[in-house]
T-cell receptor, first 113, second 115 residues
Framework: AAGVIQSPRHLIKEKRETATLKCYPI?????VYWYQQGPGQDPQFLIS???????DKGSIPDRFSAQQFSDYHSELNMSSLELGDSALYFC????????????FGPGTRLLVL | GNSVTQMEGPVTLSEEAFLTINCTYT??????LFWYVQYPGEGLQLLLK?????DKGSNKGFEATYRKETTSFHLEKGSVQVSDSAVYFC??????????????FGEGTQLTVNP
């Protein structure tokens, strides 16, 4: 079965640079979620989108923005990167009628030097 | 706000031992409860879920029962295998009128099973 696809899988950036993470949800899924997992920590919710509109917002820094496109893929844009942004970034998707069950992608590991 | 508390790890067991990982939660309303597993270097995989009180979720020999009276969702397995070594996360989702039910995770419990 098709799963959530994230790209790139690994990313290395310098401080103050920008990064764009992409997420392709499971086909027919209309909701996308972004989470950040620091080293040895639990995932923290950042933001979610339903039908291309922001549906919920968590602890996402103002330096980050995200959107969901007409084909339901989503991009997380991160600017003025800081060392503390080094983490594993997960995307998850769900379908409206089963919105409680989220399926996660493999994650993008971001390292800021 | 919502919160999830898991038993402190790491947990080390011998193969075929009985496993229990405790999970308690605080939430308004009636959340759905989940266990996710994260193998080294991989993403989060849904292990099992329960959406209402007294529901039992089960998968791959693991099971957990939604206990509203004790606000708990403890994970159990009768006989663990080396391949079960991973980090286990308990999580809850608060139900909302609109789509976008964020997950709140516990701290995670590292399980190591030795042969």
């Amino acid at each position: 079965a098709a799963g959530v696809i994230q790209s790139p899988r690994h990313l290395i950036k310098e401080k103050r640079e920008t990064a764009t993470l992409k997420c392709y949800p499971i086909p027919r899924h209309d909701t996308v979620y972004w989470y950040q997992q620091g080293p040895g920590q639990d995932p923290q919710f950042l933001i979610s989108f339903y039908e291309k509109m922001q549906s919920d917002k968590g602890s996402i820094p103002d330096r980050f923005s995200a959107q969901q496109f007409s084909d339901y893929h989503s991009e997380l844009n991160m600017s003025s990167l800081e060392l503390g942004d080094s983490a594993l970034y997960f995307c998850a998707s769900s379908f409206r009628s089963h919105q409680e069950t989220q399926y996660f992608g493999p994650g993008t590991r971001l390292l800021v030097l | 706000g919502n919160s999830v508390t898991q038993m402190e790890g790491p947990v080390t067991l011998s193969e075929e031992a009985f496993l229990t990982i405790n999970c308690t939660y605080t939430a308004t309303g009636y959340p759905s409860l989940f266990w996710y597993v994260q193998y080294p270097g991989e993403g989060l995989q849904l292990l099992l879920k329960a959406t209402k009180a007294d529901d039992k979720g089960s998968n791959k020999g693991f099971e957990a029962t939604y206990r509203k009276e004790t606000t708990s969702f403890h994970l159990e397995k009768g006989s663990v295998q080396v391949s079960d070594s991973a980090v286990y996360f308990c999580a809850l989702s608060d139900r909302r009128e609109t789509s976008g039910s964020r997950l709140t995770f516990g701290e995670g419990t590292q399980l190591t099973v030795n042969p």
